[in-house]
């Protein structure tokens, strides 16, 4: 099996420090706030078993200055690629969530219909939680049914912060 490179770097924001990694296709990653090197290479593993990874701050640059103005409240979308790897219906998901305007939020069940799996709720909500690449992939836009803010891998405070800054509050 051929080792693929993993370049990854740090960014660090306000009182946040987010992994992002990058693979020779795109963005593949982007972890949750106070997570060490060691688990965003756990994370990674799973999808890319046989990874080598290197930091590397200039390669991703490019990536992490536009994450860092999505977060000044300068960038409303991402023009950086992204690769993303699941099942074929985990894809489905994220390409649903990508869809998702700046400053709105879907259901669960508004995703599932959208997918055309209008039964697959729970299955939506596993694919949602298994997104590799927060922020960019934007399931923070994702709250319940009745508009609580309902689980994130980057903790609520973050789900809630993303949320604010996309509605001007």
């Not at 990653?29 to 756990?42: F, H, L, N």
């Not at 000044?72 to 979308?77: F, N």
């Not at 399931?139 to 980057?154: D, E, F, L, P, S």
């Not at 903790?155 to 509605?167: A, P, Q, S």
């Amino acid at each position: 099996m051929e080792t693929q490179m993993i370049e990854w770097a740090v960014l660090e924001y306000d009182c946040w420090n987010l992994h992002a990694a990058v693979t020779e296709m795109g963005l593949c990653y982007v972890g949750s706030p106070g997570q060490t090197d060691e688990e965003m290479r756990i994370a990674l593993r799973h999808r890319f078993p046989s990874a080598a990874f290197r930091r590397n701050d200039e390669a991703l640059r490019p990536y992490m200055n536009e994450l860092l103005e999505y977060f000044e409240g300068k960038r409303q979308s991402f023009t950086i690629p992204i690769d993303m790897r699941g099942t074929s219906f985990q894809e489905k998901v994220w390409e649903a969530l990508k869809r998702i305007p700046y400053g709105h939020t879907c259901s669960y069940s508004d995703i599932a219909r959208i997918v055309q799996s209008p039964k697959a709720v729970r299955a939506v909500g596993s694919a949602i939680a298994a997104n590799p690449v927060l922020i960019a992939v934007p399931c923070h836009r994702v709250v319940g049914k009745n508009g609580a803010i309902t689980g994130y891998r980057g903790g609520l405070d973050m789900k809630r912060y993303l949320l604010e800054l996309e509605v001007g509050g």
